[in-house]
């Protein structure tokens, strides 16, 4: 193993708030959908300082939800984290540091959101939720060639 070419200098949960739904029925089945959990990603160069290591930038991520009337789901929830990264310089091109930084920023900072939803829930009267894991990858080779390919089939 080696280190990553990205590294987590430091994060800040900047919002962070949850609220035990009193109408939540444990011996219902949990009314629990991938669509309810809303994530918001924001990333930026930042200006290099002669105290920095590699490339500077930030990340943030907020995720909310969106629930339904009546949605039998025991939290209400919403978490902002930001995090400061350092890219080791030289390892990429201008174009592919801006899609690890999106790639692996938000997946690193997702793990810490995921983790204090954990433990804000787990003092609850409901007990501990862990969100579904998500993966931030965005393929646009293979999207563009799935695109390319329904076209001609379509011909």
């Known amino acids: 193993m080696k280190p990553s ?3 987590l200098v430091r994060y800040l949960v900047t919002d962070i708030s949850c609220t035990a739904n009193p109408n939540f029925k444990p011996d219902k ?9 809303l994530v918001d990603v ?13 490339h500077p930038w930030s990340v943030e991520l907020g ?11 025991p939290y209400g929830f919403r978490i902002c984290v930001i995090g400061v990264f350092a890219l080791q310089e030289g390892v990429l091109p201008g174009d592919k540091e801006v899609e690890l930084v999106r790639t692996n920023g938000s997946s690193m900072l ?11 829930t787990a003092a609850g009267p409901w007990g501990a939720i ?22 001609s089939d379509k011909r």
């Open 5 to 7: 070419a990205l590294q």
């Open 29 to 37: 089945e949990l009314d629990s959908t991938f669509e309810q959990y």
């Open 42 to 54: 924001k990333f930026n160069p930042l200006e290099k300082t002669k105290d920095f290591q590699g």
């Open 63 to 73: 995720i909310t939800q969106k629930l339904k009337e009546g949605q039998n789901f």
């Open 110 to 120: 997702y793990g810490v959101a995921r983790e204090h939803i954990r433990a804000i």
């Open 130 to 151: 862990i969100i579904p894991t998500m993966s931030f990858y965005d393929n646009k080779e293979s999207a563009s060639k799935a695109a390319a390919e329904s076209k």
